[in-house]
Nanobody
Framework: QVQLVESGGGLVQAGGSLRLSCAAS????????MAWFRQAPGKEREFVAGISANGRSTSYADSVKGRFSISRDNAKNTVYLQMNSLKPEDTAVYSCAARRSVLSIPRSSVAYNYWGQGTQVTVPS
């Protein structure tokens, strides 16, 4: 069992930066693939970025590639999402998710077993 708590969301002007954190409690964090998803009002939840259990592999949605960076600190049971050059279309609730997986980084939300409550990111137009 893993509990996930996100933090770091807020309101930021276009072109600005935010860093989201997701703190995990429970055992064996280093055996979980982690991912960030987001959901904007009236839209489907979408994959943003993912990182393998050992942190050596990452995956990004095309819409954020080059602007966002995912990382993890297994000693602190925390995964991060550094978001730079933010755009109004990045406005959404961002949620972290965990899946017991050593190698793969699924992009489908149904593959993830544990979810945080989400944190709002707002980039005014």
């Amino acid at each position: 069992q893993v509990q996930l708590v996100e933090s770091g969301g807020g309101l930021v002007q276009a072109g600005g930066s935010l860093r989201l954190s997701c703190a995990a409690s429970g055992s064996s964090f280093s055996t979980y693939a982690m991912a960030w998803f987001r959901q904007a009002p009236g839209k489907e939840r979408e994959f943003v970025a993912g990182i393998s259990a050992n942190g050596r592999s990452t995956s990004y949605a095309d819409s954020v590639k080059g602007r966002f960076s995912i990382s993890r600190d297994n000693a602190k049971n925390t995964v991060y999402l550094q978001m730079n050059s933010l755009k109004p279309e990045d406005t959404a609730v961002y949620s972290c998710a965990a899946r017991r997986s050593v190698l793969s980084i699924p992009r489908s939300s149904v593959a993830y077993n544990y979810w945080g409550q989400g944190t709002q990111v707002t980039v005014p137009s």
